[in-house]
């Protein structure tokens, strides 16, 4: 079964430490997706990607958030330095573009308590 | 972006359909219907989509309201493992033609024994 693997699943830092979560999107999948999910803003879209090309971060932080494809196997979203209101459920997804009909197919997550 | 309504909570009995209705007057003529669900502690999952027509899969069915400013997702016999948040979105292409998924706050679905 094909699936988005993310890495780690769990993760508790402290306040100012720098966080990276990774995510390997389906094999053959040309685009990618990174949200962020809290019980007060519920599930929000950071950062998506194209052919590995960045096409929209407006959802993300600037100042402390980066996201990147260093290849087309790899998802990368950073945050340096990390708060404890960035404490949420990172869910990266990937798909393959076509139109807009495409199934996007989520991973499991990255729970991430800053403390 | 495009905006879908719907209730917050609903109730079901197992082995009971249950229609999970969703509003979109705002939808335009390319926009795609989706379908997801998120399971506690788990990430969104695919259920279905449409665009005009109604569709079936092995999950669920959908219809389609003839002017396409509703949608109602059908499960034919709820399960116990159908108790989730049911997320109906309009997926919209942005101006390089990806379609993305802009999430509300769905509808949670309790599911009775």
């Known amino acids: 079964d094909a699936r988005v693997t993310q890495t780690p699943r769990h993760k508790v830092t402290e306040m100012g430490q720098e966080v990276t979560m990774r995510c390997q999107p389906i094999?053959?999948?040309?685009?990618v997706f990174w949200y962020r999910q809290t019980m007060m803003q519920g599930l929000e879209l950071l950062a998506y990607?194209?052919?590995?090309?960045?096409?929209?971060d407006s959802g993300m932080p600037k100042d402390r958030f980066s996201a990147e494809m260093p290849d087309a196997t790899l998802a990368t979203l950073k945050i340096q330095p990390s708060e404890p209101r960035d404490s949420a459920v990172y869910f990266c997804?990937?798909?393959?573009?076509?139109?807009?009909?495409?199934?996007?197919?989520f991973g499991e997550g990255s729970w991430l308590t800053v403390v | 972006d495009a905006k879908t309504t719907q209730p917050n909570s609903m109730e079901s009995n197992e082995e009971e359909p249950v229609h999970l209705p969703c509003n979109h007057s705002?939808?335009?003529?390319?926009?795609?219907i989706h379908w997801y669900r998120q399971l506690p502690s788990q990430g969104p999952e695919y259920v279905i989509h449409?665009?005009?027509s109604n569709v079936n899969n092995r999950m669920a069915s959908l219809a389609i309201a003839e002017d396409r400013k509703s949608s109602t997702l059908i499960l034919h016999r709820a399960t116990l493992r159908d108790a989730a948040v049911y997320y109906c979105?309009?997926?919209?292409?942005?101006?390089?033609?990806?379609?993305?998924?802009?999430f509300g706050q769905g509808t949670t679905l309790q599911v009775k024994p």
């Open positions: 449409g665009l005009t």
């Open positions: 979105i309009l997926r919209v292409l942005d101006s390089g033609n990806t379609g993305k998924l802009i």
């Open positions: 705002t939808i335009s003529g390319t926009d795609y």
């Open positions: 094999l053959g999948h040309n685009t």
């Open positions: 990607f194209r052919n590995r090309a960045p096409l929209d």
């Open positions: 997804a990937s798909g393959l573009q076509g139109g807009s009909g495409n199934t996007i197919y």
